[in-house]
């Protein structure tokens, strides 16, 4: 065990964490030249395209020290947006230390501090890495005094490299099995080990990476998952490098994964402990945070049809992804689909994609909404996140709406932007600290007012050096309201939205003429209208169409023909059918951008 270093990458979005540990497996020779492509460690192929982590990863790499020591290192691969938080903290429990690394051009970012407080939280040893030194642009001395003033940690250990040329990577592998202490725990005692991820395999079935804290987990042994008392026997154990390779057993301190030959996705919980049947503990392993999906939505297949393989799709998801939630749903306008929960919009566009390429699933989603706290007359307390469940409670003493506290770390000359954004979003100020050339800005902001395009505008007025972190922090008093659409006076449930009253008249007309520009024409008069209470507050009307495309095109001037039907050919998207209406799948979405 003292030759085992267990440790994650940390770092904000593209400072090099996943470059770093292609360099790691590269220099130990966990790939060979050919089948090394770059950034092996992020193998979905959403991921490639998006050149974004979503996944945590784990690899077990050899490496042999100038003195021709052993070590084997196993290390973590962490996403970095901000709507994947809850991965790093559940990669970081199963880690006795963390690289923290920062892109030596862009320095430390608002994520960064957050998730390296959550390290030094759970007393993992720190290593600083200053990355892409290569640059021109690079500053370590601005970065290392950030560090010392927004983190606070030693900066003694600070290792400089570039992961791109491979400059100091060996400096920093040393500085890893020197500096991290090697895992604790007992070979000898009972089993106790962390399920850090579970997924489903289509030849395994449910495989989880586990962290193993005491005993050993052998091939064949009976386990019991600590939370839900079932048994089940290890069917194959084994360790990435990163290729898969199956091994008899792993003991304390060691990281790997399991399979049980089970198909039943919910055996294995994320964050729960694995025991022995014959001596199970008395106490589980202490988790991580588990996190609560910040906004909800409504998902359906575009064609009824697709439901049951729709329900499938979504259970298999939720096994690699402990944070989508879902429950059945029925919707008038778009019929059965499921109501999901996720943990920021890049979550839900990550998912809707996912639904499509690997399930070939064309999906509609409804407008995003948070979750709001209900206090009725008789003072039960109630959520609701579907505009619907509004009309549901009649006798309500209070609406309150979730409010996240936000740190905002930005160069100072973006100050004024920022406050004039904060406010506009309804944001009340919290505390500013500066700093020798960044400041703090700690906002109350609702969380309906950033899961939006918060993080867009905040990254546009500050020529995208402004970083953000939030959490969920309390409920506070709304006045909300729901806004109903109606589309020749059929109302279309899929589309009502919840707004703050102030500016709801604003937002109602802004709203209505945002459908009149997607829904195309027909062969009729199309009324959209918007009504609070039943009462229409806005209006718009799209003409009927002129019923050949081609009738205003005398003589035979065929590009111009030509033209005219490409153009009509366009319009036809996929489209839902509603009434008598044609409804473009994105109207359902698209409204949520203007809000
Ligand atoms: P996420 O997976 O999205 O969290 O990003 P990441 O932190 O893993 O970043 P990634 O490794 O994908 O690197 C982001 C970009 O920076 C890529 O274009 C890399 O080629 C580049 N990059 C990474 N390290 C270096 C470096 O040391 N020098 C230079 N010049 N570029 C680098």
């Not at 395209?49 to 784990?58: H, M, S, V, W, Y």
């Not at 064609?303 to 939720?318: G, H, M, Q, V």
Request: net charge positive; with cysteine.
């Amino acid at each position: 065990m003292k030759n085992i270093r267990n440790f994650s990458i940390i770092a904000h979005i593209d400072h090099g964490k996943s470059t770093l540990a292609d360099r790691f497996i590269q220099i130990c020779q966990g790939l060979t030249e050919r089948e090394m492509s770059n950034q092996v460690l992020d193998s979905m192929e959403l991921e490639k395209e998006r050149g974004i982590t979503i996944k945590a990863q784990n690899v077990t790499i050899k490496y042999i020290n100038k003195n021709k020591k052993i070590f084997y290192l196993n290390f973590i691969d962490t996403p970095g947006h901000v709507d994947f938080a809850y991965e790093v903290s559940r990669s970081l429990s199963a880690c006795e230390g963390a690289l923290l690394v920062i892109d030596s051009c862009q320095g430390i970012e608002a994520q960064t501090i957050a998730t390296c407080n959550m390290a030094l939280k759970m007393n993992l040893t720190i290593i600083p890495v200053l990355n892409k030194i290569d640059l021109p642009t690079a500053n370590t001395q601005r970065v290392i005094q950030e560090i010392k003033e927004l983190i606070g940690i030693s900066t003694k250990h600070i290792v400089k490299c570039s992961a791109k040329t491979g400059t100091g990577i060996t400096e920093l592998l040393d500085t890893i099995v020197t500096k991290i202490p090697p895992p604790s725990g007992c070979i000898n005692s009972t089993l106790q080990a962390l399920i850090i991820d579970s997924w489903f395999d289509n030849y395994l079935g449910v495989v989880s990476l586990v962290r193993i804290k005491n005993g050993k987990l052998i091939q064949g042994l009976k386990i019991q998952v600590f939370s839900t008392k079932k048994n089940y026997y290890v069917n194959k154990i084994g360790i990435f490098t990163p290729k898969s390779k199956n091994k008899n057993y792993l003991h304390s301190g060691e990281v790997g994964w399991i399979s049980c030959g089970i198909k039943n996705i919910k055996s294995f919980p994320v964050g729960d402990t694995i025991t022995s049947s014959k001596h199970p503990i008395k106490t589980s392993i202490c988790g991580f945070k588990k996190i609560k999906p910040k906004i909800y939505a409504g998902l359906f297949p575009r064609k009824t049809e697709n439901y049951k393989l729709f329900r499938i799709a979504l259970e298999k998801l939720s096994l690699n992804d402990a944070s989508l939630f879902y429950q059945p749903e029925f919707s008038h306008s778009l019929g059965f689909g499921f109501k999901c929960g996720f943990l920021g919009l890049l979550h839900m566009e990550i998912i809707q994609a996912r639904l499509e390429r690997e399930y070939k699933l064309d999906v509609i989603s409804t407008i995003p909404s948070v979750i709001y706290e209900i206090q009725t007359l008789d003072n039960n307390i109630v959520y609701i996140y579907h505009p619907s469940d509004l009309s549901k409670y009649k006798k309500i003493k209070e609406i309150r709406e979730p409010i996240a506290r936000c740190n905002i770390l930005t160069p100072i000359k973006y100050i004024g932007n920022i406050l004039n954004l904060c406010s506009n979003k309804r944001g009340k100020q919290h505390n500013i600290i500066y700093h020798s050339n960044q400041v703090t800005l700690q906002y109350d902001i609702p969380m309906s007012e950033i899961v939006v395009n918060f993080f867009d505008q905040l990254k546009s007025s500050s020529q995208g050096y402004a970083s953000l972190e939030y959490d969920f922090k309390y409920f506070q008093k709304t006045d909300i309201v729901c806004l109903d659409i109606l589309i020749n006076t059929k109302k279309i449930d899929a589309l009502s939205l919840i707004i703050h009253r102030e500016n709801s008249k604003s937002q109602a007309h802004k709203i209505v003429n945002k459908i009149k520009t997607i829904i195309p024409k027909h062969q009729f008069n199309i009324v959209i209208q918007a009504m609070i209470n039943n009462n229409i507050i806005a209006r718009a009307t799209i003409k009927q169409l002129r019923k050949n495309v081609l009738s205003k095109c005398y003589g035979g001037d065929i590009s111009r023909k030509r033209k005219l039907l490409e153009k009509q050919k366009k319009g036809k998207k996929k489209m839902k059918q509603i009434g008598n209406v044609k409804i473009p799948k994105e109207t359902f979405f698209s409204i949520f951008s203007i809000k």
